[in-house]
């Protein structure tokens, strides 16, 4: 019993020994964290209400002197093209000519060239100037053919190519480069210059209606009804088509026409004509042949008379009566007959027509 007391005690004594030593390695453990300094930003911070704030200076800078604008110092013989190559917005201090434009105030001068919108917002063409259009045509020059031989002159042009062709583009300044007014074509052709007869020259006229100018004998065909104009185009060229093909079919109707039904008068299909055949070839001791075939094949265009009587007798029956078509008919009948022309024709243009 004694000893198990002892060994009780003993054990006793033992954790006492190990508590203290644990308790004094803890309090040294503290003690020297606590004299460690602490990091800065575990610090303490003061707050200041008096701290004054310090300026930066920064450095003046140093500005360089405007130079004076480049017209002044503009040789007058400079390569212009080189100053302005392409086109751009107007610039005062690049080009040395005196502009002004603007409203201008009461009794002054419109706003000069210097910050001045209405010259800036406006396209200009200092970029064309003569001296560049001809060094461009130079350098492109390499790349054309020569001109055609025989195309000399216009109208040795129109005889070639009867056809015009008139279309327009549109330059703009804004958002977009359409313009509705370029779908428009307009094609021309002289009515004289298609393989047309007596017959469907008067049918193409009547089916083209206002389109023909008789003045010029001019035949003339717009579109506009299409977007593009590439539609118009081949439009207006399928119009020229269809009514070129139409004018020479001959309705079943039309051989029933008589003289009294014809629009105009034809000399060349009135007795007129018959009569003007026997003046020219009568001969005393002759009977001269007025059959149909002999007067359809006889060639008028050999007596310079009867062309001249032919087309008197056309122009007072079509036209109408006045005093020019009156001495015109009267001296061709002279001619006809063989007898002096007494009286010339002085009528002015308005009486013609």
């Not at 405007?66 to 013989?77: A, D, F, G, L, N």
């Not at 327009?168 to 307009?186: A, E, K, M, N, W």
């Not at 009569?275 to 050999?302: G, H, N, R």
Request: net charge positive; hydrophobic share 35%; glycine share 4%.
């Amino acid at each position: 019993m004694y000893a198990s007391v002892m060994r009780c005690a003993m054990l006793r004594g033992a954790k006492g020994a190990t508590g203290a030593l644990g308790a004094r390695r803890f309090a040294s453990e503290t003690s020297a964290r606590r004299s460690a300094p602490l990091p800065e930003d575990d610090e303490f911070r003061v707050l200041n209400f008096n701290k004054k704030r310090v300026q930066l200076r920064r450095p003046p800078l140093k500005r360089e002197p405007i130079p004076p604008p480049r017209t002044q110092t503009m040789s007058e013989k400079q390569h212009w093209p080189s100053v302005w190559p392409g086109p751009r917005s107007f610039h005062p201090a690049s080009v040395p000519l005196p502009l002004r434009q603007g409203y201008p105030l009461k009794n002054q001068a419109p706003p000069g060239a210097f910050c001045n919108a209405e010259l800036m917002k406006i396209p200009n063409f200092l970029h064309l100037t003569p001296p560049a259009i001809k060094a461009q045509c130079d350098a492109i020059k390499k790349f054309c053919t020569p001109w055609p031989v025989g195309l000399e002159t216009d109208a040795k042009c129109d005889e070639k190519f009867p056809l015009e062709v008139i279309t327009s583009d549109y330059c703009h300044s804004g958002p977009s480069i359409r313009d509705p007014l370029s779908r428009i074509v307009t094609i021309r052709m002289k009515l004289s210059k298609m393989p047309l007869d007596n017959h469907a020259r008067d049918k193409l006229r009547r089916l083209v209606g206002d389109k023909y100018d008789e003045t010029t004998d001019m035949l003339t065909i717009t579109s506009d009804r299409c977007p593009f104009k590439k539609q118009n185009l081949d439009f207006v060229m399928y119009l020229l088509t269809a009514v070129y093909h139409e004018s020479w079919t001959v309705e079943s109707w039309e051989a029933e026409k008589t003289e009294a039904d014809m629009e105009v008068y034809i000399w060349d299909n009135n007795a007129s004509k018959k009569s003007a055949i026997f003046v020219k070839t009568w001969k005393p001791d002759q009977v001269v042949d007025l059959s149909k075939d002999f007067i359809d094949k006889f060639d008028i265009s050999t007596i310079p008379e009867m062309n001249e009587y032919k087309e008197a007798v056309n122009d007072y029956m079509n036209i109408g009566e006045n005093d020019y078509q009156i001495y015109k008919y009267k001296n061709a009948v002279l001619k006809m007959l063989g007898l002096p022309v007494t009286e010339q024709l002085v009528i002015s243009d308005s009486n013609k027509s």
